[in-house]
């Protein structure tokens, strides 16, 4: 006899191997449909504003840079532009197109990450090993430039703490058109491929109308046609003097944001070639003396989105209010437009659409569930990957063309 | 919309606030009652159309501040809306979550945080702070110790 | 001998895993089991992300530690080490703890990453109940536990901390060179 339909409980978390932080979404399921979500944080939540409050303005840019790994450019250089903006300072253009450099390095890196995460959801593992390898490089040009693969340390009140060697500008232009070679592969071969239509096109479609709701922004806005964009609305750094575009999709899917990565990968690039070749001389920075009271607002565009530096001083040497908003925050509540209605075989690559940095929203999703875990995370991966084998199955695989390693 | 166009608007809600402070061309604070916030900010998302970003509480210790951040991207500008909260024994305001569901998170985080009630607000439970974290005891306000 | 060991011998220079453990607690038997073939299972106990996204790294093409037998399992009934990133946050500690319980014993648990040796930055804050072994050790005082320190540590570092651990760990054959340092071992017998 078939079994009746009946709402059940999945639980996503609070442990799984490849999506890094603890989160614990309890979904709520009408046989293979999401009805409901509800998301508990807290597992990442260290306390870091506070912690802010008790260090100097020049000691806060360590401690922001490690609100989450990958954007670890983004918000020290979010939080000194709302300093520089209370003091009045203007660091000098070397800086400014030091720190694009850097923070568009960041982005491809980032973006590549995601590609090779969201290959991975969806069972191709080639395009997860393939885009991490390729994002070893820039690692390894980050950590010539700055000393370290990730967490900076790059940027201070005023400037930058450190330089662009010229000497070491060919290699990274060099490195930039492997890159972009691999890229442009990788690019081809998710566009080509019509499984891969068929996986993620109207799948986790989040609608330009929620979008607003919800205040998304980054790829996940630009996904759904809402074409925002910190570097182009409110310019920092050197971005008014580069030549680059937004990249936008209308259609909300998992697809379209996919896509809007993948060009902004080239867009990145192109502009850190730009950069490298305007690179203006001069010192990288300027002595800051003290922080005036007052307060600012300073804002960059992480890889997932704008990231919120409110800062407010009253003349002394520490803030005195430091608010941090990182772009998952406001992404990964819009998880329950996109996910209600759909597959569950779908649910983990919807929320990786999103790109989600829980330790960027300091927090982790625990839900006390009152019924039995149904499908643990194991498994909802495991359904994942069977919806991509039976679509492969039906539209008759041919394997995806990427060049061997 | 344009940043003069901004401009323009935004004295239309002038009667609801208590000031237009323009920090910089791009960095505009509209302090407000706190009966008003609802109304400026509804104002400012629903007529105006700009992009909500989110909220910071602040324990300004013989009171509290609740800024609304939003953002005008055509013109780069942000808009915060600024209100007092007087009552420090059971600090209240009226939830922008029913208007602006992308809100509901930072408000329940400022309730965890700050102890500040958001009157309206659709689902006030805990969010940030651990399951044993004690009631009543607030990390960001200042009488907490770092 | 893979030369891949030497390599990342030369560049993991910098960071020496310590290593303490009561070893005339442990049997010797399940030690050597220990040795080969390790099975990881990867716990973020509020971190900022940079060590998890490293130890993920170790799976990819540049660093393989498949090669090594070093797999990554997805649950911690089948793993023989933990490996434990972030500052042990007050949510995330009884979460851990309840993780090591469910981990088959003998295993050795690596802090990975400032945050899990030592709070790293994050000393200090309201949240955090760590670190990390602070936490293990109120439900397992003998818990075998390993540091590899850095801010990411580098994926070789990470690699040399767990091949050091469990040449350390291992019963009869003498591990030592200058290098290792501070490590703290019992009589090997």
């Not at chain 1, 980032?110 to 885009?131: E, N, Q, R």
Request: aromatic share 8%; net charge negative.
């Amino acid at each position: 006899m078939k079994e009746p339909l009946r709402k059940s409980v999945l639980a996503v978390g609070p442990f799984h191997p490849l999506q890094e932080e603890m989160e614990f979404f309890q979904l709520t399921v009408d046989g293979e449909k999401v009805t409901d979500i509800n998301v508990r944080l807290s597992y990442n939540h260290r306390g870091i504003e506070k912690l802010s409050e008790t260090l100097q303005f020049d000691q806060v840019p360590f401690l922001v840079s490690r609100v989450c790994g990958i954007c670890s450019a983004s918000h020290p250089l979010a939080y000194v532009q709302a300093v520089e903006e209370i003091a009045g300072v203007k660091p000098p253009e070397r800086a400014l197109y030091v720190r694009t450099i850097i923070n568009e390095l960041e982005r491809i890196h980032s973006h590549l990450l995601w590609v090779g995460l969201g290959g991975h959801f969806i069972g191709y593992d080639t395009v997860f090993m393939w885009a991490w390898k390729y994002r070893e490089p820039v690692l390894d040009l980050l950590e010539e430039i700055t000393g370290n693969r990730n967490n900076y340390g790059n940027v201070k009140v005023g400037g930058c703490r450190e330089d662009i060697p010229d000497e070491l500008i060919p290699k990274i232009n060099q490195e930039l058109d492997v890159i972009e070679k691999k890229t442009e592969m990788l690019t081809k071969a998710v566009l080509d491929d019509p499984v891969l239509h068929a996986r993620l096109k109207g799948v986790g479609v989040l609608k330009k109308e929620d979008a607003i709701k919800y205040a998304v922004v980054g790829p996940t806005a630009r996904g759904s046609g809402i074409a925002i964009d910190v570097r182009r609305d409110d310019p920092y750094a050197a971005y008014a003097d580069l030549d680059w575009k937004v990249i936008s999709q209308p259609e909300g899917d998992v697809f379209a944001k996919a896509v809007v990565r993948l060009l902004e990968t080239f867009e990145s690039i192109k502009m850190v070639r730009q950069a490298l070749a305007k690179l203006p001389k001069g010192p990288v920075a300027v002595d800051v003396k003290e922080i005036p009271p007052g307060e600012g607002c300073g804002h960059a565009e992480a890889p997932r989105g704008e990231t919120f530096h409110y800062v407010r001083s009253d003349g002394g040497n520490r803030p005195v209010r430091h608010k941090i908003r990182a772009p998952s925050y406001v992404n990964v509540p819009s998880f329950k437009a996109s996910c209600i209605g759909a597959d569950i075989a779908d649910v983990t690559l919807t929320l990786a659409a999103v790109d989600p940095c829980y330790s960027c929203t300091e927090r982790i999703a625990v839900v006390d569930g009152h019924s039995a875990v149904i499908h643990d995370y194991e498994e909802l991966l495991r359904l994942s990957r069977e919806k991509t084998a039976r679509i492969k199955k039906d539209i008759g695989t041919s394997p995806m063309k990427l060049e061997a390693f | 919309m344009q940043q003069n166009e901004l401009d323009r608007q935004l004295s239309r809600i002038q009667d609801k606030l208590t000031g237009i402070d323009r920090k910089a061309a791009n960095r505009v604070f509209l302090p407000c009652e706190a009966e008003n916030v609802y109304e400026v900010c509804r104002f400012l998302f629903s007529e105006l159309g700009l992009r909500f970003v989110i909220s910071t509480g602040i324990d300004a210790t013989g009171y509290f501040e609740v800024l609304h951040h939003f953002s005008n991207d055509e013109s780069g500008c942000v808009v915060t809306v600024k209100v007092f909260i007087c009552n420090r024994e059971s600090p209240e305001l009226d939830s922008i979550t029913p208007l602006i569901p992308g809100a509901e998170w930072i408000e329940r985080e400022m309730h965890d945080l700050l102890g500040i009630t958001f009157r309206h607000h659709p689902n006030l439970q805990r969010l940030i702070l651990a399951d044993d974290w004690p009631e009543g005891v607030y990390p960001l306000r200042k009488e907490v110790q770092a | 001998m893979d030369n891949g060991l030497l390599i990342i011998e030369e560049e993991a220079r910098t960071a020496l895993p310590i290593v303490n453990h009561q070893s005339s607690i442990i049997n010797r038997l399940q030690l050597w089991s220990l040795k080969k073939s390790i099975w990881v299972f990867h716990v973020n106990t509020g971190a900022c992300n940079n060590c998890d996204i490293e130890i993920v790294n170790l799976l990819t093409p540049k660093f393989d530690v498949e090669r090594f037998g070093i797999k990554l399992v997805g649950s911690p009934r089948h793993a023989d080490a933990l490996l434990v990133t972030g500052v042990g946050t007050r949510q995330a500690a009884k979460r851990l703890q309840e993780v090591y319980r469910q981990t088959a014993k003998p295993c050795v648990v690596f802090c990975m990453g400032a945050c899990a040796c030592g709070t790293g930055i994050f000393e200090g804050a309201y949240h955090v109940a760590g670190p990390v072994d602070n936490i293990i050790r109120q439900v397992d005082p003998n818990a075998i536990i390993a540091y590899v320190p850095g801010c990411p540590p580098k994926p070789q570092a990470m690699i040399m901390g767990v091949v050091k651990t469990l040449s350390t760990l291992q019963p009869k054959e003498k591990y030592a060179t200058e290098r290792v340092g501070q490590t703290v071992v019992a009589d090997p017998g």
